[in-house]
């Protein structure tokens, strides 16, 4: 698994690319947790690159949902996989998490 980081106005990016299973959640997580620390507390999630996802990539997610909804911030999901996107369907996150078409829309979200 690889993980880019950018900045797209005040939103941070972050781009998944690989499989996200108990090996690799640790590692998006400590990412994950590493920008909430910093103060980035509007996140979104580019799961373009997602080619599988097991139940540590999904605890993954919600904690950080949760991280940064405590601090008036959220985690969006954006270009989710038709693979990933059952999977989500399947676990119940859909009603949860926000999931966006693009990482525009994404970014867009927090204007509103």
Do not use: W
């Not at 590493?34 to 580019?46: H, I, K, M, Q």
């Amino acid at each position: 698994m690889n993980i880019e980081i950018h900045q797209r106005d005040a939103t941070t990016v972050i781009a998944i690319i690989g499989s996200v299973d108990g090996l690799t959640a640790p590692a998006l997580l400590a990412e994950f947790h590493a920008c909430v620390t910093a103060g980035s507390v509007r996140l979104v999630a580019d799961l373009r690159g997602v080619d599988y996802t097991s139940s540590a990539g999904l605890r993954a997610l919600l904690a950080t949902m949760k991280e940064t909804r405590v601090q008036g911030g959220d985690l969006r999901l954006s270009n989710v996989t038709p693979h990933v996107l059952k999977v989500l369907e399947l676990s119940g996150f859909t009603s949860i998490m926000k999931l966006y078409d693009d990482i525009d829309a994404a970014v867009a979200s927090y204007a509103v």
